[in-house]
């Protein structure tokens, strides 16, 4: 297989070896993986290091944390092959999702491709995202906006196979960083990640590959889980934030925002760490108002948590990506909704 796997942190690092060894029960054993840690812990490091007596694999070990675009960098930098696939540290995997990622590529000429990726653990399973579709707005005060819609968000899996996925398009307009097959020269082409961004880095890559003339598209038989709904500990704390600062988001926007010729405002920075905080809350009896209390509770926690930003480390060095050419959205095939006007 022509294909480097590339296992990128998300933003917690204890998931690692896990996903590692749900990674190499579905793949064959000759396939390249390249581990990017990320500045992960002792704890993970060592249950990480024990892997390679099973499987062998290539860690690239980081004193210093690093962004997820960053990880991408050195991944792509190192990748001989015609394809990567980049994998947040956080999945599950299900059988022959990568070579249902490769045979998509093959017959339909793509340069990335996108799986199912599920939401999780749930049950029954959900998906959360099944490719994605970009549009154009102008708000109340005329200012451009990027609207993103993930297909099929929260459909269960099961009612979409039953439905053979709404019949939705094979080509999209964006993927997701969970996973997703590029080639990796159509990357490179576009110049590869800028690491300033740690919001809207997919959307910012998916509409570079489309500016290019390049064709991303889906893959219902490919699964993969995102495992966003096991609770955090106090371990997972400081790169989680680390990497949803809101500094490095305020960052983002304005560099996404400048990048596309858009106006960009996103909170999800905020949505994650409420996101993330919620799981290590106490479940509630239903019989009680949980959406208040658990509202409540986060407003109690939220400082402890966030104090913690005061303390991160500083960013290494960061490797910018120029502005797209004037006119590539268009280029790309994201045009204006034009709002009805109503007298």
């Given at each position: ?64 944390f690093l962004l997820p675009n960053m990880a991408r ?149 490919a699964h993969v889980m995102y495992t966003a709904l ?114």
């Amino acid at each position: 297989m022509d294909v480097t796997v590339a296992v990128i942190p998300r933003e917690r690092f204890r998931p690692l070896s896990a996903s590692l060894r749900s990674l190499f029960s579905t793949i064959p054993a000759d396939v390249r993986v390249i581990v990017i840690d990320g500045g992960a812990d002792e704890k993970t490091r060592q249950e990480v290091r024990s892997l390679q007596e099973v499987r062998h694999f290539e860690l690239v070990e980081s004193d210093k944390f690093l962004l997820p675009n960053m990880a991408r960098n050195v991944a792509l930098d190192m990748a001989k092959t015609k394809y990567i696939a980049f994998c947040d540290n956080d999945l599950t995997y299900y059988p022959d999702w990568l070579n249902a990622l490769i045979a998509n590529a093959e017959q339909h000429d793509a340069v990335a491709v996108a799986p199912v990726t599920l939401i999780g653990p749930s049950n029954p399973q959900t998906i959360h995202h099944a490719g994605g579709k970009l549009t154009l707005e102008r708000d109340n005060s005329r200012q451009l906006k990027l609207r993103a819609h993930h297909r099929l968000d929260n459909v269960r899996l099961p009612d979409a196979e039953r439905t053979e996925y709404h019949d939705i398009a094979l080509e999209h307009d964006y993927f997701e960083y969970h996973c997703v097959l590029v080639a990796a020269e159509a990357m490179r082409v576009v110049g590869g990640h800028d690491e300033r961004l740690m919001m809207h880095e997919h959307l910012d890559s998916s509409l570079r590959l489309k500016a290019i003339g390049g064709k991303i598209t889906f893959e219902s038989k490919a699964h993969v889980m995102y495992t966003a709904l096991v609770p955090f500990v106090d371990r997972d704390w400081p790169y989680f934030l680390y990497r949803w600062s809101s500094s490095k988001a305020e960052i983002s926007n304005q560099v996404f925002a400048e990048n596309w010729g858009i106006y960009e405002d996103s909170k999800f920075s905020e949505f994650h760490r409420n996101r993330a905080m919620t799981t290590a809350l106490p479940r509630l009896p239903r019989v009680l108002n949980r959406y208040r209390i658990k509202q409540a509770l986060l407003r109690l926690y939220r400082p402890m948590i966030v104090s913690l930003d005061l303390k991160l480390p500083d960013d290494p060095e960061v490797r910018m990506v120029d502005k797209p050419a004037p006119g590539s959205l268009l280029t790309a095939g994201i045009k204006e909704v034009k709002k009805a006007c109503i007298d």
